[in-house]
């Protein structure tokens, strides 16, 4: 398997930034190309921003020197000279085709490259490409620094090696791989996210509650404990010492009650405007990046939590401290 020395991006905007400021923070070279000048500046804000917090994140932790990261507007010097490929250009499956067939014609045969795309599937992403069986999907989640999900997906073109040297390389940078058993369009999680996402765009519409009523529904209940266990696991828990079979005879005739949607509302201007509105309301002055900071250390201070406790994210955090322990001290 490839040893990673030099992670490759293709895109170096909210996503390309946070896997640059990740890999650079675990000794891990970085060579980001995008079309636009300007996010040389701007990835580089990103990666001094991220910081801090990741040095928070591992605080106690042996790590590695900071990687060295270099930009360029040529993506085939980046596909030269990558280990491994990370691909976040804007979520248009042409034009990720478009960008996906050079690269791969430099890169050498036992490169990988993955696609941060949240919801197209492999086998989209290989339509009219020559070697399809390096080109998976690793969907990762904003902020990548700090989030240690990826979704790694594969199909049948998909070499198996491919898969596991991308879940190798993710674990080597703190990350929680989620191996998909076969690919579906949104992969798992934003299946997941785009559930509640329509129900949000319907109160919308229907002028059933602000963004901020929305989000308060979820951030003092059950958003608290999502960091903790997942839907199936709590509401097993929410079955009491009855446990499945009591949560099932309680709550089981629900499902067919007609609470939520299937589709989304259509979306309309009105739509747009009330969520604008309202996150500005929420925001309350503070601008983006002192929002981002808030949710940024407090994620930081959630995964330590977690860390004590050994649950979800703060599992993650402690397999690779003691994975850090072996590389730092061989
Ligand atoms: N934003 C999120 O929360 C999020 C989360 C998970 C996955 N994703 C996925 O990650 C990908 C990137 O999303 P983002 O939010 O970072 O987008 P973004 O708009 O912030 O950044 C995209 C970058 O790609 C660059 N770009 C455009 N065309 C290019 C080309 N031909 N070659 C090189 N660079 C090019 C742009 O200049 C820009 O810097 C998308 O597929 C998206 O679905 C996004």
Redesign the pocket.
Known sequence: MRKVRTLGL???????GGWAARALHCGVDVIA????PK?EKRIRETVEIAMPQLQALTAGMPMPARGKLTFTLD?AEMAAKADFIQE????SLE??L??LEPISKVADPDVVIS?????FMPSELHTGLSNPERIIVG????PVYLCPLVEVVGNSQTSPDAKEAAAEFYRSIGMHVLMLRREVSGHLTDRLQEAMWREILHALNDDIATTGELDESIVYGPGLRWAIMGMSQLYMLSGGEGGAEHFWKQFGPSVDWPWSHNTAPTLTQEIMDRFTKGTADQAAGRSVREQEMARDECLVAIQRVLAKYNMGAGKTLNEFEARMRVVTAG
């Open positions: 293709l895109g170096t905007g909210v996503i390309g190309a995008d079309v636009d996010m993506p976040n250009v804007p979520e034009l990720k478009r960008v696609s941060s795309t949240s919801g969907h990762p989640f904003n």
